[in-house]
């Protein structure tokens, strides 16, 4: 077989056998088939798209182009949560230590942040002492005695998959449902869980704008995983306006920890607890009614936040600003917007308040970006509210003031206003598998 044969192949819309996927992916990766004939093939893809035993396929030589994850040695009990990129998301933050307290081994990889989405390990190294990079040994190890272990990526992860992304990107064949899932699950699939919960973001600071087309890539990612072995179901959640109140990783943290302690309730609490509910109702085989009743209890009785304290303890961090979350650095500079308008939030563009915080230091532009943990912004109001002129609508967080004129005007941009209440948002769309 020639790549050449291949791309004709697929170009007239014909299905690849596993072994041609194989040798497609091996020889990119290796580089034997240059950039500009795979740049063709997923162009193809684009247009003719896969079946579903070809993304597997796909996902499957992905995932074994590199190094992958053994978590066999904890039988079912393994899982992994995945978001698809939102504002103000620090639901792995709770739903890890929720899951973990109720018998679960969450040894899971998360990323950093870039653009207006924040990373996981960002948030976590806010927290003095906290280790994102472990070896192999120590992750395992960790896993083990606590059941939770959360680390920045490591090793040589499905290769194939960065190098495609970064041809995706420069050739506009992104946003191809195939792509994206396989893109997405063979990183989830070389990470080693039994159990997969994933968090698909809609809206307007998602990837996803529409619920459509969150609805066909969770329907893809949980048909790509069952296919792949693993038990994986997913959420279609709101991300039309940030989640919860704090955009900025230590702002985030604290925010996570107040959930963890029962102070802070609302729409982060309500995602977090759907999405850790899942999980528990895998691992015990019970509905998810009964796994919500164990998560919510989980938080109430204090045994999720004291699950926090140790894992954050077992990677070195120092469990004293779970206790005492005044302990955090401040940023130098408070910032009060204040509204122009009266009447009701009608809107709020995620996305534009993701850049906001960005502005201020809490984010990357680029990969070698150095943050400000300590920067972000807090809302006051969100949609739905009804302001006065006057009142203040967020609270912004530096460490630069040159940093603040352009980040309200980003901020203010991404308001609109109306003189009646918009309808109440749905938090939790739909649930997928």
């Given at each position: 077989m020639t790549i050449y044969d291949l791309i004709t192949k697929k170009k007239h819309g014909e299905e690849l056998s596993c072994d041609e996927i194989k040798y497609l992916v091996k020889g990119f990766t290796d580089g034997s088939i240059p950039d500009y004939q795979m740049s063709a093939f997923c162009m193809a893809v684009y247009f003719c798209g896969m079946t579903d035993r070809e993304t597997s396929d796909l996902t499957m030589a992905m995932a074994e182009s590199g190094d992958t994850v053994d978590l066999s040695a904890?039988?079912?009990?393994?899982?992994?949560?995945?978001?698809?990129?939102?504002?103000?998301?620090?639901?792995?933050?709770?739903?890890?230590?929720?899951?973990?307290?109720l018998g679960g081994i969450v040894a899971k990889m998360s990323g950093r942040g870039l653009g207006h989405t924040g990373g996981t390990v960002d948030k976590l190294e806010s927290i003095p002492g906290y280790k994102t990079e472990l070896t192999p040994d120590e992750f395992m190890s960790i896993s083990k005695k606590c059941g939770l272990c959360v680390c920045g990526q490591s090793g040589n992860l499905a290769p194939a998959d960065k190098k495609l992304y970064a041809l995706r990107d420069v050739t506009a064949t992104v946003d191809s449902i195939p792509l994206i899932v396989s893109s997405i699950m063979s990183k989830k699939i070389a990470a080693g869980s039994k159990n997969i919960m994933l968090d698909v973001k809609c809206g307007s600071g998602a990837f996803m704008k529409t619920v459509e087309d969150a609805k066909l890539l969770a329907e893809g990612m949980v048909t790509i995983g069952k296919m792949c072995g693993r038990n994986t179901k997913a959420l279609i959640t709101n991300m039309d306006v940030p989640l919860g109140f704090a955009v900025g990783n230590s702002l985030e943290v604290i925010e996570a920890i107040d959930v963890l302690k029962g102070k802070t309730k609302g729409d982060i609490r309500e995602v977090s607890v759907s999405l850790a509910s899942g999980l528990v109702a895998s691992l015990k085989g019970i509905d998810a009614d009964q796994a919500k009743l164990l998560c919510e209890k989980a938080i109430d009785d204090g045994t999720a936040f004291m699950k926090f304290k140790e894992w954050i303890s077992c990677q070195g961090g120092n469990a004293e600003y779970a206790d005492n979350t005044d302990l955090f650095p401040k940023a130098k500079i408070e910032y009060q917007i204040k509204s122009t308008h009266?009447?009701?939030?009608?809107?709020?563009?995620?996305?534009?308040?993701?850049?906001?915080?960005?502005?201020?230091?809490?984010?990357?532009?680029?990969?070698?970006?150095?943050i400000d943990l300590s920067a972000g912004l807090v809302l006051s109001k969100k949609t739905g509210d009804f302001v006065k002129s006057g009142d203040v609508i967020a609270t912004l967080y530096t460490n630069d003031e040159s940093r603040i004129s352009r980040a309200e005007e980003v901020f203010v941009s991404a308001l609109e206003f109306s003189e009646e209440m918009p309808e109440e948002m749905t938090l939790v769309i739909d649930n997928v598998g």
């Open positions: 904890f039988g079912e009990l393994s899982c992994d949560k995945h978001s698809s990129g939102g504002v103000g998301d620090k639901t792995t933050l709770i739903v890890a230590p929720i899951v973990a307290s009266e009447g009701y939030i009608s809107h709020m563009d995620a996305e534009k308040i993701g850049l906001s915080s960005c502005e201020l230091g809490a984010g990357r532009k680029t990969k070698t970006d150095i």
